[in-house]
């Protein structure tokens, strides 16, 4: 079976950038979806961008749109969320996810495989 690992979390000022990666071991993701969701306490997990292995659409929820972006290198397994100007509600979580599937969707349910986690602090 596949596994997911996160890394890349840390604590950034409002307005700054940080990168997350997630790896991915075993089998090439070709005909994949990765995606990366966020929950921050009390809050429900939600989606934040979402990337097809194979041809590389893209998805983005609304209020990290121009801010973040999706990318992913097919010769590491690894999928990156570069994410710019942030802003002190984007402090959570941060899972790395995928489904077998190249269609990319916003529901977590939907996702087979998941990484554990890295936490992204922003302070203001």
């Known amino acids: 079976q596949e596994q997911l690992v996160e890394s890349g979390g840390g604590l950034v000022q409002t307005g700054g950038s940080q990168r997350l990666s997630c790896t991915a071991s075993?089998?090439?993701?070709?005909?994949?979806?990765l995606g990366w969701f966020r929950q921050a306490p009390g809050k429900e997990r939600e989606f934040v961008s979402g990337i097809s292995w194979r041809g590389g659409k893209e998805l983005y929820v609304d209020s990290v749109k121009g801010r973040f972006t999706i990318s992913r290198d097919n010769a590491r397994n690894t999928v990156y969320l570069q994410m710019d100007s942030l802003k002190p509600e984007d402090t959570a979580v941060y899972y790395c996810a995928a489904r077998t599937s190249v269609i990319v969707t916003t529901v977590a349910a939907t996702y087979d495989l998941w990484g554990r986690g890295t936490q992204v602090t922003v302070s203001p």
């Open positions: 075993g089998r090439s993701f070709n005909g994949f979806t």
